[in-house]
């Protein structure tokens, strides 16, 4: 089911560390193509500007800015894809694709593609409040597909550390969270130091 209309949701998951303390709150979103092409095009049409996005996979961490507002967004066989102009674009499967009847997808493969899981998260930071808040995708055989950080009251964009926070930049987390999660901004998100050592 695609957005809106939410009552307030509590997360689906929460990861403790061996002390009990919270690591993260995670919030199932539907994996299908319907629920992940509204929401992408929610992040990438109205919080493009403060987001940073792509992959992390074993060894490796991409952080990309969008360099602009997306000139195109359009889905075709499964695949959503954001066109930036000038600034290059990108393609990510989160439906059936099936390629063409002369060039077909093999069954295996479209499940590997096909996205098996979605979720919103709020990480926590060492002093135990929250730091940093976005959206993770996996495919059909759990491995890492993209990863959106939202804008962070603790990271300049010049993504140098902030030395005071700036809670304003919670605006895409409460956006996305009150359309998607039904949840109102909260206090909770005010109280961190950020990341912060010592």
Same mark, same amino acid.
């Given at each position: 089911?695609?957005?809106?209309?939410?009552?307030?949701?509590?997360?689906?998951?929460?990861?403790?560390?061996?002390?009990?303390?919270? +690591?993260?709150?995670?919030?199932?979103?539907?994996?299908?193509?319907?629920?992940?092409?509204?929401?992408?095009?929610?992040?990438?049409? &109205?919080?493009?500007?403060?987001?940073?996005?792509?992959?992390?996979?074993?060894?490796?961490?991409?952080?990309? +800015?969008?360099?602009?507002?997306?000139?195109?967004?359009?889905?075709?066989?499964?695949?959503?894809?954001?066109?930036?102009?000038?600034?290059?674009?990108?393609?990510?499967?989160?439906?059936?694709?099936?390629?063409?009847?002369?060039?077909?997808?093999?069954?295996?493969?479209?499940?590997?593609?096909?996205?098996?899981?979605?979720?919103?998260?709020?990480?926590?930071? +060492?002093?135990?409040?929250?730091?940093?808040?976005?959206?993770?995708?996996? &495919?059909?055989?759990?491995?890492?597909?993209?990863?959106?950080?939202?804008? &962070?009251?603790?990271?300049?964009?010049?993504?140098?550390?902030?030395?005071?926070?700036?809670?304003?930049?919670?605006?895409?987390?409460?956006?996305?969270?009150? +359309?998607?999660?039904?949840?109102?901004?909260?206090?909770?998100?005010?109280?961190?130091?950020?990341?912060?050592?010592?």
């Amino acid at each position: 089911m695609p957005e809106e209309s939410f009552s307030r949701r509590e997360p689906t998951e929460i990861i403790r560390d061996d002390q009990g303390a919270v +690591r993260r709150e995670i919030w199932a979103l539907g994996a299908d193509e319907a629920t992940l092409e509204a929401f992408l095009r929610d992040v990438f049409e &109205n919080h493009w500007a403060g987001i940073r996005f792509g992959p992390l996979i074993e060894g490796a961490a991409y952080e990309w +800015r969008c360099p602009g507002a997306p000139q195109k967004i359009g889905l075709t066989d499964g695949y959503l894809t954001v066109m930036f102009g000038h600034g290059g674009h990108f393609h990510l499967c989160i439906g059936e694709n099936r390629g063409s009847e002369r060039f077909p997808v093999a069954p295996e493969l479209t499940l590997r593609r096909k996205p098996s899981k979605a979720q919103l998260f709020r990480g926590y930071g +060492r002093d135990g409040k929250p730091a940093t808040w976005g959206f993770e995708m996996w &495919n059909g055989a759990g491995e890492p597909m993209i990863s959106i950080f939202f804008a &962070n009251p603790f990271i300049e964009d010049d993504d140098s550390l902030s030395a005071t926070p700036d809670f304003s930049r919670l605006a895409t987390w409460r956006a996305v969270s009150k +359309r998607w999660l039904g949840r109102d901004p909260e206090a909770l998100d005010e109280e961190g130091r950020g990341f912060a050592h010592g």
